[in-house]
């Protein structure tokens, strides 16, 4: 067998040399029409003749124009694509016809020689003409008749020398020429010295004798010549100029002048055709370097070539692939790829030699599963050959990328020791030496992710030298050259190389795993922050943390401290000290540019990142949250509705594709998913695991002090990079592993249905009889519709061979048989009048129905009826109807090449072809989608199967048809036959569409293959491709009978391969008891014989035949031996499953289009009410009927169907008798989307009784229910309409959650959206009619954007969101802080009016200039004095604490004996101003408030800022009261403002009554909004009114006390110290009389402060305490306790026309009411006199 191998490889060989040259230099043509232009000498007469034959064939094939083929050099022959144009057989000069002129002629004839060519100018070509024409006249003259006008290959020397070139030059410019082809001086080429070559014209033929060719020109739409492909690239480079010819013009029978005519040259195919067009029909140069190639042409497509391998590099990749394909588990749970394995040696082994077969022999994976089954089987299946197959070009990637590193670290190497071989210079500090330790981990890297570690590690040290290092090996190539310009040009070219190799290793990016945005920043560019540390010196400072990288990792690789950290003396910020500089101010920055060295040489360690990686891989969980867009969006209808919130998910716990599924909803801004590492409860952080490894046991402050640090540097390298870089990781990981369980899933569907065997005839059938004889193969018809009722239908019949034969159009194919219209009905019953007869005369054997919508049923159910009575009637046999899935025809029908099939036909008819032919051979059926339109990813094999890429998806499913046609065999012979099975030839072992198509071509011209030996002898295959494809490529030898002389062995039927022919026989003769060694034995006789008694074969001892096999070096073939009988026991016995009828789940799915993923109990669907469900009664119901008379109406009712129309009983019982009673109502009957009815019962159509349905539903009415129960032999679903149902709101319908979903984090997101919603629901505000410049009908926003251009202290008044009888006062106190301040109206004679009286707080306004003068203008006064004071910051982080606190300490460390203090503004509580200073170590925080009537501190109001701070200075170090402090959260700037000051509770003396300064109101302590108040100590976002205290000297330390009232006759400035503390002004302090005085001292009160609530008290009215109003004479005690608001000094009411006497306490004065009076009885004194507050009008 190997000698016949051997023997046709090299006639392959031989005839591709000669007739398929691979496509290189261009070439000269040969000088006559011989079908190849060398080679012919060295051929016999009988295969000389052989091959003239086949060259004939060949020419059919490739075109019907003259083809030359082209001489090409012996080292080009096997490389290069030749060129062909055909010559007339009188051209055809061989090696005796130039002997024979040599001999007649005396001369020596040169021959032919390939030459340099290049194109001449026109100019060259027009003077060439004239003498070439002369010369080629001369010699054809001596030698042939004036008739004949070929160049003549006599005499050319002396033609050569009288025209100066060689004869050969002539013959090959004039010996093309023939009558019909004339020269073309414009398209003259010369050859390397400059004579011309002309190129003779090329004919064109219009009609293509060969079908493909035909085809061709049908695709592109217009004539081409083939030979355009062999000239492409190589003399056509100006297609498109002007040829000229000449003809000469006969005078009377003399020559003439010659006269030139000008035409344009005809246009290629490259030329016309877009290159993708001449790539989707494989015309490219690639495609033809493609189909000459003697390797498989899979293994040419892979974008990793096959290379061979030694038996080491074998060994390892075995490991590698067998650790990283096989055992290693997959993080998600995937049960699609869960897999078993065995031994890990035995299949180790298996993949060691099934990588041998694939690199070093090329044998493709269905060979080697099929033909060497003893080295892979049985641990290694097809799939894991194709894994295998997968992985190797991963492994080929890698080490690829391994190299190239190397090879650039070792130059880095060595040109760091050419930078530092000098011993006098000092190396840098931050030099890091590259070590073989480097190198051998790239060596030693098994994963992608572990090369990029190694990667990017080096980049992190050496990208900055790798310009130098360039610059360098430059450098010293150019010395070399000087020195010696041979060796210096080749250590030259090898740096070159080198260089460019290393060029790209410096450039190479990972595609899916780049690094973060902040470490990549940094590994790059000298403007890096870790190059900036390095060129400070930080270097110096990183080696000070104790541990170096390479040794923390080593600690953290062996989980103990290996290396001991090593102390510094010096504690980091004293060190720190030293290397501040410009770049560096100050220690802390210091510290933190050190700290960032250290992570980042941490983090990129490669043995730090892989166990990092790790351990992140092994306790990482999944948070899922949605975002404010996925809140609203998923639903339960989404299919991330159960990973809604997710809660330290496992990854593990992730199953098929619920990652990427998450992933979708995270892409369309749904989802935020968010992986990190789990930290299990009540255990140790991952970062204090590894922090023990860089942690030193010492107990001193210079050692915490550096343990700080490295655990700040750790920190930062896990949380800055190492936690991001791996959560990336991981996601792709687990998105690859979600995408391969959907391609699995995907590839499993297409194998299900096209290992599906063809459609076997039952036995029903007779054979003895005729009309349904099933020996020239089955009848099949079928029937293809449409759900849209104007789409007629169609049907058509088959024969055995799957051809159309007949046809009817069936437009009444879907309308019913009783329908009320009389014409529907007789138009059906006439098309199934027609559809019986056409089963009548056609007698399908099997009849086959698109399954396109539950319609499929009535069809069925109608065609079954007639077969029933065709049985009846003219005894038919029984003939099945079959449901089929018409996913793929209906793909197919839309398809271009069922156009190009079919062109007459339309659609529905080309669909029920096609479901005809995929009930007879699914697999040839599906393999037409796999075209150049890849039709075959329009099926839809998983709902998620457009995340993966075009490429991926079809790559997949290609490699399993490859698996099912190898497995079944191709009959090229049929495919020939039938050009609808063609498309199998494809995926044949080795072949692939271009050398398909090829074969098919070159046996189509041979009329067929009669055997095997012929894919060799006539299709030129090389030996690759022959051991690959032979085998599988079946010839049906019987076939043919005695119409071929050709030898033909039956074993061509089978899947014996030919390498195994002797084998075979030999089995047949030992079985049969035959010598074989004699004389007579017939090996051929013998296999014919065995193969109709092939139970002889039973008794061979095939051990035995293994055992001398091995002995004779051929290895172990006992499996082999065994295929060998079973095959010739039955040749290419079908192993696909046999088909079998749809079961009813898969019927329910097909006609529905529904999945149990898309239809589940609980579905939320839209239904459409149909009619109502009724039940007629029976027998005993009618007789025990009870009509009931309505009270009503007094007529009676039918107890059934609830009809009321009847006036007598007798009339219900006549209903009853005339069958007309309906019936009870049980239910409303109803239609769902997808065509599936549906039944909703009595009882859930609601939550309350419904008697009759009618009363809440009527036909065509849309409802929304959820399925109770799904029957799919009925394709019915039970629905509820129930309330509670829908809502749900105990998930008892609703789909079930994960087990890990956050409940918590949506009940909160829930109650947050509730409190939003509410908000939103408030009224807005109402515009109002004020004429005012300062007002406006704006809103919040609005407002602030008004204020942003006015200037600090103008206020906008806009109406209020409170209520019509509210109005707010927002002013400017500082650029971007807006203080609002609520106006309350009384008296308004409208809603839209401004009210006669305005108050804020208590105080009352007549209106808005009063407001603006007495309350506005003073805060606006005092906010600008402290805005100009010294000490005020202005800078934007002004107010914020740790901005400030910087400052503080900046200034304190300039003068430490100072006390340094700022103002500053807040925008977190507007109306304030932050007070901080630096008493001693630590900044102090206190706030300054500004009311109108001063500015308020500790409890003071002072009427100056200089006061303030005079104050300030003198009393710093007194304790501030504890509810002053600074508060610890702002209240929103959009608050209501306060009308209270957050107080203390005063210290109480027993026996003794908290006074109350004069106008105190309790309510002035309750907010707008109802009256509650706030916590004490918490100041309000408005500055108000606030009474004011400070601390008693000798009281209990933080306990404000009351100050004493001033006595009578006392007169107070505005805001004067000597004013009772907190005593708010109106309209100023009162000039005469005396405030009545608390006197002894402040009664301690202990307790609790209760609330006061309620609304402010008017004159005259007594102050409600927690609800309760004192009595006349009453000092309001509760329980010993001090009100919450008792320390501070109510607020004036406002004036008054007269003083009101104030009811008295029976233990004391009530001050309050008195001071009110007098307040009241002073403002109208004012007024009489005219010394009011000017108005806003008047300022």
């Known amino acids: 067998m190997s000698g016949f191998i051997d023997h046709s490889a090299s006639e392959a060989s031989g005839s591709e040399s000669e007739e398929d040259e691979v496509q290189g230099q261009p070439k000269k043509k040969a000088s006559s029409g011989s079908r190849s232009g060398s080679g012919s000498s060295s051929s016999s007469g009988d295969s000389s003749e052989e091959e003239g034959d086949d060259a004939g064939v060949v020419e059919d094939l490739i075109d019907d124009n003259p083809i030359e083929e082209e001489v090409s050099d012996a080292e080009d022959s096997d490389t290069e694509i030749g060129k062909r144009k055909k010559h007339s057989d009188e051209d055809d000069l061989e090696e005796d016809d130039f002997a024979l002129i040599e001999e007649n002629l005396g001369i020596k004839v040169k021959r032919n020689k390939r030459k340099r060519i290049k194109v001449m100018s026109d100019d060259d070509d027009s003077d060439q003409e004239v003498s070439n024409e002369n010369e080629a006249d001369a010699v054809a003259n001596e030698l042939f008749d004036d008739d004949d006008e070929e160049m003549p290959l006599a005499d050319q020397d002396e033609s050569s020398q009288q025209s100066g070139k060689p004869a050969a030059d002539v013959a090959d410019t004039y010996g093309d020429l023939d009558e019909s082809e004339e020269s073309d001086p414009d398209d003259f080429i010369v050859d390397e010295e400059g004579q011309p070559i002309s190129r003779g014209k090329k004919k064109r033929t219009v009609v293509h004798t060969d079908k493909a060719l035909q085809e061709a020109q049908d695709v592109f739409g217009v004539d081409f010549d083939f030979n355009d492909f062999d000239d492409y690239g190589s003399n056509y480079e100006d297609e498109e100029e002007e040829e000229e010819e000449y003809e000469d013009d006969e005078i009377d029978g003399e020559p003439g002048a010659r006269k030139k005519r000008v035409r344009h040259s005809k246009r290629t195919i490259f030329e016309v055709f877009e290159p993708s067009e001449l790539e989707r029909g494989h015309m490219t140069d690639v495609d033809q370097e493609i189909r000459n190639a003697d390797i498989p042409e899979r293994f040419h497509l892979r974008t990793i070539k096959v290379t061979p391998a030694n038996s080491q590099e074998l060994q390892d990749e075995a490991e590698w692939i067998f650790t990283h394909a096989f055992s290693k588990a997959s993080f998600s749970n995937q049960e699609v790829l869960a897999e078993d394995r065995k031994d890990m040696r035995v299949i180790i082994k298996k993949i060691n030699s099934a990588l041998d077969f694939l690199r070093n022999q090329q044998l493709e994976v269905p060979f080697i ?160 922050g870790y190059y900036i540390c390095i060129q400070n010196g930080l270097a110096d400072f990183a080696k000070k943390f104790g541990l170096s990288p390479e040794q923390f990792a080593d600690n953290l690789k062996d989980n103990y401290q290996k290396h001991e950290v090593e102390q510094y003396p010096v504690g980091p910020e004293e060190l720190a000290n030293e290397f501040v500089g410009p770049q560096f101010e100050s220690a802390r920055e210091v510290l933190n540019g050190a700290r960032h060295l250290v992570s980042m040489q941490i983090a990129y360690d490669p043995v730090v990142r892989k166990c990092v990686r790790t351990a992140f891989r092994e306790r990482a969980v999944l948070k899922v949250t949605p975002t404010k867009k996925g809140k609203k969006e998923i639903d339960e209808s989404h299919q991330c509705y159960s990973m809604k919130y997710l809660i330290n998910k496992p990854i593990s716990d992730l199953k098929n594709e619920d990652f990427l599924k998450l992933y979708q909803a995270s892409e369309e801004d749904l989802l935020t998913i968010e992986i990190r590492m789990g930290e299990p409860t009540g255990s140790t952080t991952y970062l204090e695991e590894i922090h023990s490894l860089f942690h030193r046991d010492e107990y001193s402050a210079i050692v915490e002090a550096w343990n700080d640090q490295r655990k700040l540097a750790l920190e930062r390298a896990l949380s800055k990079s190492l936690y991001p870089q791996m959560e990336k990781e991981l996601k792709l990981c687990l998105l690859q592993e979600s995408k391969d369980g959907i391609l699995r899933s995907c590839c499993d569907k297409l194998r299900s249905c096209i290992r599906v065997a063809p459609y076997q005839a039952m036995k029903e059938f007779d054979d003895e009889d005729e009309d349904f004889d099933t020996s020239k193969g089955l009848r099949i018809m079928s029937v293809a519709y449409r759900n849209e009722r104007d789409v007629a239908g169609f049907t058509c019949i088959l024969d055995g061979d799957g051809e159309v034969t007949d046809f009817l159009r069936l437009p009444h194919i879907l309308k019913r048989k009783n329908p009320n219209a009389p014409e529907i009905r007789q138009d059906k019953e006439n098309e199934l009048v027609k559809l019986k007869e056409f089963i009548m005369e056609k007698k399908p054997h099997v009849i086959a129905v698109a399954g396109e919508s539950r319609d499929a049923l009535d069809i069925q159910y109608d065609i079954l009826n007639l077969l029933n009575q065709l049985e009846e009637e003219h005894q038919f046999p029984k003939i099945y109807v079959e449901l089929i899935d018409n996913e793929p025809s209906s793909v197919y029908a839309a398809s271009k090449k069922s156009a190009q099939d079919f062109p007459e036909y339309p659609e529905m008819l080309r669909e029920a072809i096609s479901i005809a032919r995929r009930l007879r051979d699914p697999l040839v059926e599906l393999s037409q989608l796999c075209n150049q339109d890849e039709d075959l990813l329009c099926i839809h094999f998983h709902p998620m199967q457009s995340e993966l890429t075009k490429e991926t998806l079809l790559s997949a499913l290609y490699l399993e048809f490859v698996n099912v046609v190898n497995e079944v065999g191709v009959d090229i012979n049929e495919a020939l036959a039938h050009p609808y099975k063609a498309g199998l030839l494809q995926f044949v072992c080795g072949l692939g569409p271009r050398k398909a198509a090829y074969i098919l071509k070159r046996v189509k011209s041979q009329k067929r293959l009669e055997n095997r030996s012929q894919l060799v002898m006539h299709c030129h295959l090389g030996p690759k491709v022959f051991i690959n494809c032979a085998g599988f490529i079946k010839i049906d030898t019987t076939s043919f009978g005695d119409s071929t002389e050709e030898y033909t062995d039956v074993l061509d039927a089978s899947r014996v391969h030919p390498e195994t022919y002797e084998w075979a026989r030999k089995m047949a003769i030992d079985a049969l008891e035959y010598d074989d060694m004699a004389d007579d034995a017939n090996p051929a006789a013998a296999l014919e014989e065995i193969l109709e008694k092939p139970e002889r074969l039973r008794d061979l001892d095939l051990e035995a035949f293994s055992v001398e096999l091995d002995r004779q070096g051929y290895g172990q073939k006992l499996t082999t031996l065994y295929d060998i009988r079973a095959e010739l026991n039955c040749r290419y016995k079908d192993t696909r499953i046999t088909y079998k009828t749809i079961e009813m789940v898969e019927r329910f799915n097909m006609l529905s289009k529904e999945t149990p993923a898309t239809l589940y109990i609980g579905k939320l669907v839209l239904c459409r009410v149909t009619n109502i469900a009724r039940k007629k009664p ?240 003073p805060m606006a006064a005092l906010a600008r004095e402290i805005q100009s004071y010294k000490y005020f910051v202005e800078d934007s982080g002004a107010g914020n604490r740790e901005i400030m606190d910087q400052k503080v300490y900046e200034e304190k460390k300039k003068a430490p004996a100072r006390i340094p203090y700022f103002f500053s503004t807040s925008k977190e509580l507007p109306g304030k101003f932050m007070l901080s200073y630096m008493p001693r170590s630590k900044t102090v925080h206190e706030f300054v408030t500004v009311t109108h009537e001063g500015l308020r501190f500790r409890g003071q109001v002072f009427p100056t800022l200089n006061t303030l701070v005079k104050w300030f200075k003198e009393h710093f170090r007194d304790p501030i009261p504890q509810k002053l402090v600074t508060p610890s959260h702002a209240t929103p700037r959009m608050g209501p403002p306060a009308f209270r000051t957050p107080g203390r509770t005063p210290s109480h003396t027993p026996g003794r009554t908290p006074g109350r300064t004069p106008g105190a109101t309790p309510a002035a302590y309750s907010t707008a909004r109802g009256g509650s108040s706030y916590p004490y100590g918490t100041p309000q976002a408005t500055p108000m009114m606030t009474p004011a205290y400070h601390t008693t000297p000798g009281g209990v330390s933080g306990t404000p006390a009351y100050r004493a009232t001033p006595r009578q006759g006392s007169v107070y400035p505005p805001g004067s110290m000597a004013a009772p503390k907190g005593t708010p002004r109106v309209g100023g302090t009162p000039r005469s009389g005396q405030t009545p005085r608390i006197s002894g001292q402040t009664p301690r009160i202990s307790g609790q402060t209760p609330r006061i609530s309620g609304q402010t008290p008017r004159s005259g009215q007594t102050p409600r305490i927690s609800g309760q109003t004192p009595r006349s004479g009453q000092t309001p005690v509760i329980g010993g306790q001090t009100p919450r608001q008792a320390g501070t000094t109510p607020q004036y009411t406002g004036s008054s026309s007269r003083p009101h006497v104030a009811p008295r306490t029976n233990s004391d004065t009530d001050w309050g009411k008195m001071a009110i009076m007098w307040a009241k009885e002073q403002k109208q004194k004012k007024r009489e006199r005219g010394e009011g507050t000017p108005s806003y009008h008047e300022k």
């Not at 009339?1211 to 039944?1239: K, M, P, Q, Y």
Request: net charge negative; aromatic share 8%.
């Open 369 to 528: 599963n099929f033909y060497r089954k003893e080295y892979v089987q049985q641990e290694l299946e097809i799939r894991d050959l194709w894994k295998i197959w997968q992985w190797d070009e991963k492994w080929a990637q890698l080490r690829a990328r391994k190299q190239n590193l190397i090879k650039l670290m070792e130059r880095m190497q060595q040109y760091q020791f050419d930078q530092n071989s000098n011993p006098d210079v000092i190396m840098p500090s931050h030099l890091r030496p590259l070590t073989q330790d480097d190198i051998d981990r790239v060596r030693l890297a098994e994963t992608t992710e572990e090369y990029w570690d190694c990667h990017n590690h080096f980049m992190l040290y050496y990208s900055k030298d790798i310009q130098p290092m360039k610059d360098a090996e430059k450098k010293k190539k150019e010395e070399k050259s000087t020195e010696g310009k041979e060796q210096g040009g080749d250590d030259s070219k090898a740096e070159k190389e080198d260089g460019e190799e290393d060029e790209e290793v410096v450039v190479d990016k990972p595609a899916d795993e780049e690094l973060p945005q902040d470490t990549l920043k940094y590994a790059r560019g000298r403007n890096s």
């Open 1178 to 1417: 029976q027998g005993q119901q009618l007789d025990e009927a009870n009509p009931e008379r309505s009270e009503d109406t007094g007529l009676w009712v039918c107890p059934f169907c609830r009809k009321d129309d009847f006036s007598e009983i007798s009339e219900v019982w006549s209903h009853f008798d005339a069958g007309s009673c309906l019936g009870t109502a049980i239910g409303v009957r109803v239609r769902l989307e997808n065509n599936l009815s549906g039944f909703i019962h009595t009882k859930n159509l609601s939550d309350k009784e419904v008697r009759n349905p009618e009363e809440r539903v009527k036909p065509g009415m849309t409802l929304h229910a959820r399925i109770l129960k799904v029957d799919i032999e009925k394709f019915q679903v039970d629905l509820t309409c129930k309330t509670s149902d829908l809502l749900d709101k105990e998930d008892r319908l609703r789909p079930p959650k994960d087990h890990f979903y956050d409940f918590e984090a949506e009940d909160s997101d829930v109650k947050t959206d509730e409190k939003k919603a509410k908000g939103k629901k408030r009224v807005a505000f109402i515009k109002r009619v004020i004429a005012h410049p300062c007002f406006h009908n704006v809103g919040y926003k609005e407002c602030e954007t008004l204020l942003n251009n006015l200037g600090e202290g103008d206020c906008v008044i806009r109406p209020s969101s409170k209520g019509p009888d509210r109005l707010t006062l927002a002013w400017k106190l500082a650029p971007e802080i807006y203080s609002h301040v609520d106006i309350k109206e009384e008296g308004k004679e409208n809603s839209f009016s401004l009210g006669k009286t305005l108050f804020i707080g208590n105080e009352e306004f007549e209106d808005l200039d009063e407001i603006i003068s007495r309350y506005l203008n």
